[in-house]
């Protein structure tokens, strides 16, 4: 619990020459804030980012049911979590805005550790 929030810490970078600090929660000075989400990895094509989408469920009064709505979030992913593939359950935590559209990090993979 070394970030304020109940996820295990991952081991140290093999590199630490070589790692960003700038960017990572656990070993740097990247502070996490705000809400912690779940969500399902549905694309790792960039570069150190992921796409985490998570479904949920709105209700729509003048049809008294609910209807089924995604939001797609942009997330850093920190140097000691790359291991993540498409299909992976991950937790997610806001954090300070890290570029245009990133604004949340990885924090724990829930789909089990590889």
């Given at each position: 619990?070394?970030?304020?929030?109940?996820?295990?810490?991952?081991?140290?970078?093999?590199n630490?020459?070589?790692?960003?600090?700038?960017?990572?929660?656990?070993?740097?000075?990247?502070?996490?804030?705000?809400?912690?989400?779940?969500?399902?990895?549905?694309s790792?094509?960039?570069?150190?980012?992921?796409?985490?989408?998570?479904?949920?469920?709105?209700?729509?009064?003048?049809?008294?049911?609910?209807?089924?709505?995604?939001?797609?979030?942009?997330?850093?992913?920190?140097?000691?979590?790359?291991?993540?593939?498409?299909?992976?359950?991950?937790?997610?935590?806001?954090?300070?805005?890290?570029?245009?559209?990133k604004?949340?990090?990885?924090?724990?993979?829930?789909?089990g550790?590889?």
């Amino acid at each position: 619990m070394a970030i304020g929030i109940d996820v295990p810490t991952p081991p140290e970078p093999d590199n630490p020459e070589d790692y960003d600090y700038e960017k990572c929660p656990f070993h740097g000075q990247l502070s996490v804030r705000g809400q912690t989400r779940e969500g399902t990895v549905v694309s790792t094509d960039m570069e150190k980012t992921v796409i985490v989408e998570r479904e949920y469920d709105v209700f729509v009064p003048k049809y008294d049911r609910y209807m089924k709505r995604r939001s797609r979030i942009p997330a850093h992913v920190p140097g000691v979590l790359d291991s993540l593939e498409v299909g992976d359950e991950v937790t997610i935590a806001e954090t300070r805005p890290l570029s245009k559209t990133k604004s949340h990090v990885v924090v724990e993979n829930l789909s089990g550790d590889r």
